[in-house]
């Protein structure tokens, strides 16, 4: 194998066995693997990835990843880092899902995800100082920043709050500098726009094509994921709600990407078959997206209008990092234990250079301890 290409398995299949705690977190836990060690890319462009990233649809994180292995060993790479993040959810949540079908319960975790979550806070606090410090260029970008993490904290939808940035920064500053349209430059923002178009059209009730759906059209969070799945799912007597909540509260505590719901899902529908065809279906527009927009991207950081639009999305990107971090810190911090878990993450992560995925691994041990002695 390419040696690059064995790079970028071997560091996506161990952030995909490791990588709890949400977007956020995955992305904080990326950022340590590939601008802190391996320096792929320059942190600005691993921002200008994450603002394009979260305006698509589908897992931000996952084509995150796709991202990075394009940006390191081309369009190989691209589906080498996707298939090597998404592969260890996938199987962890096929084998629960055999079990649950088998013997109708899920194994006891709670504990190992009781400590991951306080854990996985000043993971993504890191990087938020990090990608702060690029983001932040001038004090209107900083003003732009608190008006979006203002927005998000008041309820406003992330994507609706990061274009609404984007879109007003790019308007402000094209203003302020007088500059030229680059007609040439915005257009592979309609292309994109359209083939987005498209694949929302496709209607199906065959499992792959509801899946396949739902991964075109998806924004948002998990919350957001069970809505759609009820939708297409539940509504139309295909699942039971029962079934539905159980297969979401797999993919929220097994690493990757929550969409690994699928997996589980069609297990539960078709068994082995079922659970590659809707893991296939949810993820293979993701896959379709980053190709076509990747190489556009450099494009759009050139163009000087287009380049104000980065900016201004990426400060909001960051906005939207702390508005979760605050949130989760509101949902976790709220017992002795979890702040314990949270302080110690904190002296890991700021005060020494032990990898992130040890403080994952340290913050569940600490969970399982505290809650099996303590309780």
């Known amino acids: 194998m390419n040696p690059k290409l064995k790079e970028v398995a071997l560091v996506f299949f161990k952030l995909g ?52 292995g394009y940006e390191r060993a081309g369009k190989a790479g691209l589906f080498v880092a996707g298939i090597s993040f998404i592969f260890p959810a996938t199987l962890i949540t096929a084998l629960l899902a055999y079990l649950y079908v088998e013997y109708g319960q899920l194994p006891e975790v709670e504990p190992f995800i009781y400590g991951i979550k306080p854990a996985v806070l000043a993971i993504i606090a890191a990087a938020i100082l990090k990608l702060g410090r690029k983001a932040i260029k001038n004090t209107e970008l900083i003003i732009l920043g608190v008006i979006v993490l203002i ?93 539905l909540i159980d297969a979401i509260a797999i993919g929220q505590f097994t690493p990757g990407p929550v969409l690994s719901t699928s997996t589980f899902i069609g297990y539960q529908l078709s068994g082995f078959t079922g659970a590659l065809l809707a893991t296939s279906g949810i993820f293979l527009p993701s896959f379709l997206f980053v190709l076509i927009l990747n190489p556009f991207i450099p494009r759009m950081r050139n163009s000087l209008i287009l380049g104000h639009f980065l900016d201004s999305v990426n400060v909001a990107a ?45 913050g569940a041990l600490l969970g399982f301890l505290l809650i099996t002695f303590t309780a």
């Open 318 to 362: 960051v906005a939207v990092m702390i508005a979760v971090l605050i949130v989760m810190s509101r949902e976790t911090l709220i017992e002795w234990q979890s702040v314990t878990i949270a302080v110690i993450g904190i002296f890991l992560t700021f005060k020494t250079k032990i990898s992130t995925i040890w403080t994952i691994i340290i």
């Open 151 to 243: 927005a998000c904290l008041l309820g406003v939808n992330e994507i609706i709050a990061l274009l609404i940035g984007g879109l007003f920064g790019m308007l402000y500053f094209y203003l302020k500098t007088k500059a030229p349209t680059d007609l040439k430059s915005i257009s592979p923002i309609f292309i994109f726009l359209g083939v987005n178009v498209t694949v929302t059209k496709i209607t199906s009730i065959k499992l792959f094509l509801i899946f396949l759906k739902v991964g075109a059209i998806l924004y948002g969070s998990g919350y957001v994921l069970f809505a759609y799945l009820d939708a297409e799912l539940v509504t139309t007597g295909i699942l039971s709600r029962a079934e």
């Open 17 to 68: 066995c490791f990588a709890f705690g949400g977007p956020a977190a995955h992305i904080a836990m990326m950022e340590d693997e590939i601008i802190e060690k391996r320096k792929w890319m320059t942190r600005d462009y691993f921002l200008d990835l994450i603002g394009t990233t979260n305006l698509i649809p589908g897992p931000n994180s996952t084509e995150m990843t796709m991202h990075c």
